[in-house]
């Protein structure tokens, strides 16, 4: 008989798929409590008759968050700017172990803007399959295709990965590289922050337009250097920041006047800075205020 304990076991499971899925730790959330519901409403005979619910849970999970992406599609064509996933802090010692999100290399917020451009199928088919190891066969069942075409479907993702990502540094490497675009950003030194960042470096900012930020990207080096040097003279005397991991690789977390503001992600390959990413949307940073 499966007990209860057993059925939420399966929780931070089930939180990791839905974060790498949608790319959201809150819809992720509402996608665990959805399914634990329908577990729920089954019948005791129901309940028994199944042979793996943890296999059940996953898939119903699965569908839930598949039939999200199709949906968010049409929700991003009338967000304000652009939309980059939620960041992830830390997890803190108070943290509930069955909430915590496992930091690797497929929840970096360079990861996660490549699986965001995937078409739904396919992000499913690559994360059940290629991130949690799950066989073909089962991948077909959440996504409704051939276990063929879901094959294809991942083969598909990967190359998109492989296109879009560069080597990383390692940590330690990228920890200084971040150090060092800090003290050159608080000090407006313009020339410094051109030399830390790839010629063709792209800064992407997400306020969901609930906060003030460009609403296009910066690209290019030196536009990136004389735009952040701007925002770092009309933030100057209010704003202090902190070096946090974010998505578990070095990021910064800016404060003003004593409030959160904003969260900055990375994408560092060698010495440079490829790839900024600032989210300022106060309904991403939520897991920031307990952080």
């Known amino acids: 008989m499966t007990t209860g304990a057993e059925i939420m076991s399966e929780?931070?499971?089930?939180?990791?798929?839905?974060?790498?899925?949608?790319?959201?730790?809150?819809?992720?959330?509402?996608?665990?409590?959805?399914?634990?519901?329908?577990?729920?409403?089954?019948?005791?005979?129901?309940?028994?008759?199944?042979?793996?619910?943890?296999?059940?849970?996953?898939?119903?999970?699965?569908?839930?968050?598949?039939?999200?992406?199709?949906?968010?599609?049409?929700?991003?064509?009338t967000y304000v700017g652009d939309w980059i996933p939620e960041p992830l802090p830390e997890p803190t010692e108070s943290a509930d172990p069955a909430d915590r999100i496992t930091l690797d290399e497929s929840v970096t917020m360079a990861f996660l803007v490549v699986l965001d451009a995937m078409t739904p199928a396919e992000r499913v088919a690559f994360v059940l399959h290629d991130v949690f190891r799950y066989p073909?066969?089962?991948?077909?069942?959440?996504?409704?295709?051939?276990?063929?075409?879901?094959?294809?479907?991942?083969?598909?993702?990967?190359?998109?990965i492989r296109t879009a990502?560069?080597?990383?540094?390692?940590?330690?490497?990228?920890?200084?590289?971040?150090?060092?675009?800090?003290?050159?950003?608080?000090?407006?030194?313009?020339?410094?922050?051109?030399?830390?960042?790839?010629?063709?470096?792209?800064?992407?900012?997400?306020?969901?337009?609930?906060?003030?930020t460009h609403l296009r990207p910066l690209v290019g080096a030196e536009r990136i250097a004389r735009g952040y040097a701007e925002i770092a003279r009309l933030w100057d005397g209010r704003t202090t920041f902190q070096e946090r991991t974010v998505n578990g690789v070095p990021g910064l977390v800016a404060w003003q006047d004593g409030a959160l503001a904003t969260v900055f992600a990375f994408e560092i390959a060698g010495d440079r800075i490829r790839r900024i990413w600032a989210v300022r949307n106060p309904e991403k940073l939520r897991p920031w205020q307990i952080a």
């Open 165 to 212: 990502q560069s080597p990383a540094a390692p940590s330690a490497g990228q920890a200084g590289v971040v150090r060092r675009f800090r003290t050159a950003w608080e000090t407006q030194d313009i020339e410094a922050l051109i030399g830390l960042l790839d010629p063709a470096a792209v800064a992407t900012a997400d306020g969901g337009g609930l906060a003030v």
């Open 136 to 160: 073909f066969g089962e991948v077909a069942e959440i996504v409704g295709r051939t276990p063929a075409a879901c094959r294809q479907l991942a083969s598909s993702a990967r190359r998109r």
């Open 11 to 77: 929780r931070r499971r089930l939180i990791n798929l839905g974060y790498r899925l949608l790319g959201s730790l809150a819809d992720a959330e509402d996608v665990v409590q959805e399914t634990y519901a329908r577990w729920y409403a089954l019948s005791a005979r129901e309940q028994q008759a199944i042979e793996s619910p943890g296999a059940w849970l996953t898939t119903v999970a699965g569908r839930i968050c598949l039939n999200l992406l199709g949906s968010a599609r049409a929700r991003r064509e």
